[in-house]
């Protein structure tokens, strides 16, 4: 039925066409110059499509942000796999610290002017969406967050968790 309605349609505004042009030709002239007759019509269409669209994509997707980053963890050439795997734990629980979180919320805020949430927000929001997992002598980082700036965020809470590492503060004998 529906099909039926818009054939019927069509067949009226072709055979306008048709005759606007006096003959029996279908041309793009005429197309043209119906569209130009309707245009407010189109334009509306337009704007009416792209609101629905922009309601849609801000109000009803759910959009989240994912980066994944892997860290290498190893002793050096005289440490033995077993080491290497000891020190990727530490690592984790290095990341893993509220210390890393803030000092991570704080740079990325610093950095990027970021003032759509309060400091601790932000580390907290950090803190609950960041995965850090060990296999071996890899250290895998992953973040999924509602925040745009995921792989940021990431890289700086790495480098944080490495210069922690390097600080006199840390010493390896235990």
């Known amino acids: 039925m529906k099909n039926a309605k818009i054939r019927k349609i069509k067949d009226c505004v072709m055979q306008e066409i048709i005759r606007e042009e006096g003959g029996t030709h279908f041309t793009v002239r005429a197309l ?31 959009t989240k942000y994912t980066t994944t980053s892997t860290m290498i963890v190893n002793v050096g050439a005289d440490g033995t796999l077993e080491e290497s795997q000891n020190l990727a734990k530490a690592f984790k629980s290095i990341t893993e610290s509220d210390t890393i979180y803030e000092l991570t919320a704080i740079e990325y805020m610093t950095k990027y002017h970021y003032s759509k949430m309060k400091r601790e927000e932000l580390k907290n929001e950090i803190k609950s969406s960041i995965t850090v997992t060990v296999d071996s002598m890899l250290l895998k980082f992953t973040m999924t967050s509602k925040l745009s700036g995921v792989k940021d965020i990431l890289n700086i809470l790495m480098r944080k968790v490495q210069e922690f590492v390097d600080s006199p503060k840390f010493d390896d004998d235990g």
């Open 32 to 62: 043209f110059k119906e569209l130009k007759k309707k245009m407010l019509l189109v334009v509306a269409l337009i704007l009416v499509a792209t609101a629905i669209g922009g309601i849609y994509g801000g109000l009803v997707v759910d």
